[in-house]
């Protein structure tokens, strides 16, 4: 089975803080995603990884940074959290294109409240 | 300008009888068509795909179509359970390989099983 695990299941910041969301997959898949889900908007992407230290913006980067220093390993860092940051975070893995698998697995979730 | 729309935010089906959850799409290069899961507090699971080559694909009591002409596909759920009581996503990928690229996601119905 695979298996996406995110570091934290609920997390409650101050406005400014930096704050780093993690997430770890067993799978060695190439691909790796950060979402952030919203009432009313669905899942929005904010950046995504194909491989070890590259990365590609999403849909909605703004504000977010992220690290993969290995493999399993896909970190999405906030610089500054602001109020309207406050989401659901996804993480999703899959494998690279073109290996006929293409579902990407996400993790449980991290409920990121900024106050 | 929303890519993938799912127009109904709920749906109430009676237990037993088929579920029919719809989705649109405007981007002509999407040509490989997801379906996942949700329940509160926990990540999307994946349930059944779908490549623009075929117009249906089955899986137990999950049947997706697609209809390439009228850019809309449908999963299809019979017979009902209590337990598919859930948030469906429907989500596209502009390469049949999935790619590297994050899924579109479009907002996502809300599916009621009435006893």
């Known amino acids: 089975d695979v298996k996406v695990t995110q570091s934290s299941r609920y997390l409650v910041k101050r406005t400014g803080e930096k704050v780093f969301l993690e997430c770890v997959q067993d799978?060695?898949?190439?691909?790796m995603f950060w979402y952030r889900q919203d009432p009313g908007l669905g899942l929005r992407l904010i950046y995504f990884?194909?491989?070890?230290?590259m990365k590609e913006k999403g849909d909605i980067p703004e504000g977010y940074s992220v690290s993969r220093e290995k493999k399993e390993r896909f970190s999405l860092i906030l610089e500054s959290a602001s109020t309207n940051q406050t989401s659901m975070y996804l993480c999703?893995?899959?494998?690279?294109w073109g290996t006929g698998h293409y579902e990407q697995y996400f993790g449980p979730g991290t409920r990121l409240t900024v106050t | 300008d929303q890519q993938v729309k799912q127009n109904s935010p709920s749906l109430s089906v009676q237990e037993g009888r088929i579920s029919i959850l719809n989705c649109d799409y405007t981007?002509?290069?999407?040509?490989?068509f997801l379906w996942y899961k949700k329940y509160p507090a926990e990540g999307p699971t994946f349930l059944i795909s779908?490549?623009?080559?075929?117009d249906k694909n089955e899986d137990g009591r999950f049947t997706v179509f697609l209809n390439k002409s009228a850019k809309h596909l449908s999963l299809h759920i019979v017979p009902s359970q209590p337990g598919d009581s859930a948030v469906y996503f429907c989500?596209?990928?502009?390469?049949?390989?999935?790619?590297?690229?994050?899924?579109?996601f479009g907002k996502g119905t809300h599916l009621i099983i009435q006893p």
């Open positions: 999703a893995s899959s494998w690279r």
């Open positions: 981007n002509s290069m999407f040509d490989y």
């Open positions: 779908i490549s623009s080559i075929k």
């Open positions: 989500a596209a990928s502009p390469y049949s390989g999935g790619g590297a690229d994050g899924l579109t």
């Open positions: 799978m060695d898949h190439e691909n």
């Open positions: 990884s194909y491989d070890v230290k």
